[in-house]
């Protein structure tokens, strides 16, 4: 697997399809609060074929590469249950998903798919921003007795706060592409200036310092 390609790849199919948008001089509010210069939208890859078959073929060949004892996929819910199913197919594997919360009906279930304790998987997301809703998912499997090797997913951001939760939890993630590799064919392909992928670069090495958006 050519780590380096696979990410330019996907960073150009995430933006021919607007899947992620760059917008320094006029920032998007996430849920949390803070402004972002970058928003991401990785359920549109489902409607585009082509886009599609790259990240779940490079989903499979990433989980293959660095949890090739895997035995069970499972997606983070919602966004990342339609990319374990797929790379599940690829790859001939079992799959499920698990819950923000339990269910209030029926079984009350939290997980949802067969397992056994003691059974090696991998959570599937497909976006690591600050690294809490795969996290809770991981965690979620090991209290009912599953053993995740690790977390695969279509893009990062990078953010330090991401990588120190993670690593709070023991947990590593593989992504398909990252902030820098798309500032970067962003940057090469005039969708955004040098000025503009610095001031993207330095949010992500602190969202919450908003001297980003202030000009040069």
Known sequence: MDIEKTKTEVAKGLLSIEAVFLRPRDPFTWASGIKSPVYCDNRLTLTSPDVRTIIENGLADTIREYYPDCELLMGTSTAGIAHAAIAGYIMDLPMGYVRSSNKSHG??????GKFTKGQKAVVVEDLISTGGS???????LREAGVDVLGIVSIFT???????????EHDLTNHSLSDLDTLVKVASETGYITEDEA?????FRDDPADESWMKEA
Do not use: F, H, P
Not at 157 to 167: D, I, R, V
Not at 198 to 202: G, M, T
């Open 198 to 202: 610095e001031r993207i670069l330095k």
């Open 134 to 140: 795969a996290v809770e998912t991981a965690e979620a």
């Open 157 to 167: 951001y990078g953010m330090k706060k991401s990588a120190e939760k993670l690593a």
């Open 107 to 112: 079984r009350q279930n939290r997980i949802e």
